[in-house]
């Protein structure tokens, strides 16, 4: 007997598919795709931009659609919500031929390097060739299926390209299945060739029916626990680093349990903060390159280190210099034997809460030493008066930015949500932020993508509506990418945006100075006569009357207290509030701890490169492998 089948485009079945597709976890249920956000061109309006204006008078299936300002911005949209939704729903992104697609690469980089899903859906050049060369095409003498969409390959964990209609049903559960997937989900992109999406075929009913994507719970192997816990028995001075993968997994809690039975400190990634209270007896804080004094020393002495659910970047390793016990040992326990492997580490490839629980068993009646305990404690409780003197410095005539930070935390709540990307506010907060909520603290550090802020809170506030969502975002970022306030107002999704504003690159300009560089080209000025260099007047950007003209509500605040008052108006707020406020360019900034390995020239002319060059050599001499 034939299968029953129903003709459609092959946009209108990706539609219907789309919106049948489930995920599970724990025996929760969510949409796994719950909308679409595009922007329509030559490319997609008449396949996908049909279907889903059909899906929506029809109601043949529920696939809302949303119109954004840019295709960077509404991937780093879909990023931000299933970041939020700990990586178990998303959403699909339509572009149109050539540039419309190309823009989106950015954001399929950023989602696969933080491990975070997202589907693609960049319409491609004709698949039958008959008009070729079509507008955007690119021609490739190397040969003829090559186009611009082939550049997603490299930065998506799935990549296909239909270019028949019947095609669409194995890469679409494919695409499925690698959404679902904790190890090996990232950007999944799946190529629509223009005149594909409005072909017909007959398509097997069953392709449509509901379909729900069980997120399992990996569990560590016994033996495998067993080595873990025999190696840290025999340590002395352990200490845990909890990542991204914490906080994915739900695994909170058994990370507290584990903590309080344990007695081992624990540091924190930015993935990872917030999984344990950053006033809890056991939270060390930040750890890394810009980690926090208390962290850095204790990875320093650290004869054990277990790594929970962390890819131990740079930033995490202060480039391999931060672990100073030559004998130093790792417990990795991550559900990517990619990361449990690494250092030489004794793996635990599992979930990091059934990890967690198992290991807190195995390790029954063992305890870190009283006096390591203790020190922890006074190293973490030294580090809070250093943050709390930074919230209060006084400075002037323009704030320090470390005071906005502390007046911003004290107008939030636990469960606030503050977002931010790249610059030198990544830093201050990995330091100084005191978050008690694992979805609290939303920092992309991972691609650290300028521009990625703005439209993230965009993303955060669709999944979580019930939390108030403050983006912080500093002049370089949002003059790369402000769009999605438009889109924000559209949707009348009410987000809080901090812009702190200091008239050039903080971050950089503060490592161009430490590296000889002298702040060349980092600062928003007019270019001088006499020099020729970027060393004139302050430019007369005025970043509040953008927004403002992107149809957000702006409160301007000129010190730390008009800030304040400022936060207080924006969350009583209903809609889009824009609260502004310039900082001093120069600082002053937390107290540094440790290295960030960034090559210095080993030649020059320059007295200031010269002496960085020796600075630099000597950082490198404490730099290894852990083998």
């Known amino acids: 007997m034939a299968a029953e089948t129903v003709r459609l485009t092959t946009a209108q079945a990706l ?3 789309l919106a049948h597709q489930f995920s599970e ?5 969510q949409r796994l795709i719950p909308g679409v956000w595009g922007i329509f061109g030559h490319g997609n309006v008449a396949g996908l931009g049909q279907a ?14 949303h119109l954004a300002r840019n295709e960077q911005g509404m991937v780093h949209a879909s990023v931000a919500f299933a970041k939020m939704r700990d990586r178990l729903a998303t959403y699909a992104c339509t572009a149109s031929t050539g540039p419309g697609s190309t823009n989106m690469i950015t954001g399929a980089a950023l989602a696969t390097t933080n491990r975070i899903p997202v589907l693609l859906l960049p319409s491609d050049m004709f698949a039958t060739r008959v008009a070729d060369p079509v507008l955007q095409q690119l021609e490739d003498t190397r040969g003829g299926d090559v186009s611009v969409n082939d550049a997603f390959r490299p930065v998506s964990k799935y990549f296909d390209r239909i270019s028949r209609p019947e095609q669409l049903i194995p890469a679409a559960l494919a695409a499925m299945r690698v959404l679902t997937d904790p190890v090996e989900t990232g950007a999944v992109t799946v190529c629509l060739p223009q005149d594909v999406q409005a072909e017909a075929y007959d398509w097997p009913v069953a392709f449509f029916r509901r379909r729900v994507w069980h997120v399992g719970r990996p569990v560590p192997e016994p033996e495998a626990l067993k080595r873990a816990a025999e190696l840290l028995r025999t340590a002395r001075r ?15 809690e058994a990370l507290r349990e584990f903590a309080e039975a344990t007695g081992v400190p624990v540091a924190d990634t930015h993935a990872g903060k917030g999984a344990l209270a950053w006033d809890h007896p056991c939270a060390v804080g930040g750890l890394g390159s810009t980690g926090t004094a208390a962290a850095n020393a204790l990875a320093a002495e650290a004869d054990v280190v277990i790594g929970v659910g962390t890819r131990y970047s740079d930033f995490t390793t202060a480039s391999h210099t931060v672990f100073g016990d030559p004998e130093v040992r790792f417990v990795n326990l991550n559900v990517a034997r990619l990361d449990a492997v690494k250092h030489a580490a004794e793996p635990l490839v599992a979930d990091a809460r059934l990890g967690l629980e198992g290991l807190q068993r195995e390790l029954a009646g063992w305890k870190a030493d009283d006096a390591h305990r203790q020190r922890a404690l006074e190293l973490a409780a030294e580090w809070r008066r250093t943050a709390d003197a930074c919230f209060a410095l006084g400075h002037g005539p323009l704030p320090a930015q470390t005071e906005i930070l502390g007046a911003l935390r004290r107008a939030l709540d636990d469960r606030d949500v503050v977002i931010n990307a790249a610059g030198s506010m990544p ?10 909520d694992p979805k609290a603290y939303h920092v992309e550090y991972a691609y650290s993508t300028m521009g990625y802020e703005v439209a993230a809170g965009l993303g955060a506030k669709m999944a979580a509506p019930d939390r108030e969502v403050v983006v912080l975002v500093g002049d370089g970022s949002y003059l790369m990418m402000a769009q999605e306030i438009v889109t924000m107002v559209s949707e009348r999704v009410k987000v809080i945006i901090v812009i702190v504003q200091n008239h050039g690159f903080a971050s950089i300009g503060s490592l161009s100075e430490s590296l000889g560089s002298q702040r060349f080209g980092t600062r928003y000025r007019y270019r001088d006569g006499g020099s020729g260099l970027l060393d004139g007047e302050v430019l007369p ?4 009357a953008n927004a403002a003209s992107l149809g957000a509500e702006v409160l301007r605040a000129a010190t730390v207290e008009e800030f304040g008052a400022a936060m207080k108006q924006a969350r009583a707020a209903r809609r889009t509030t824009v609260v502004h406020v310039e900082t001093d360019l120069y600082g002053p900034n937390p107290p540094g701890s440790a290295w960030w390995d960034v090559p210095v020239s080993e030649v020059s002319a320059l007295d200031s ?15 290894r492998h852990y083998l």
């Open 609 to 623: 490169t010269r002496r960085a060059y020796g600075t630099y050599r000597e950082a490198k001499r404490s730099q």
């Open 427 to 436: 830093g201050d907060l990995q330091m100084l932020w005191r978050s008690r």
């Open 541 to 544: 950007v005025d970043l509040a």
């Open 52 to 65: 889903l204006l059909q899906a929506a008078e029809t109601g043949e299936a529920d696939l809302p659609y």
């Open 15 to 17: 539609v219907r598919f």
């Open 25 to 29: 976890r724990d025996g929760v249920e």
């Open 238 to 252: 352990p200490l845990l680093v909890a990542g991204g993968g914490v906080v994915y997994s739900g695994a909170g």
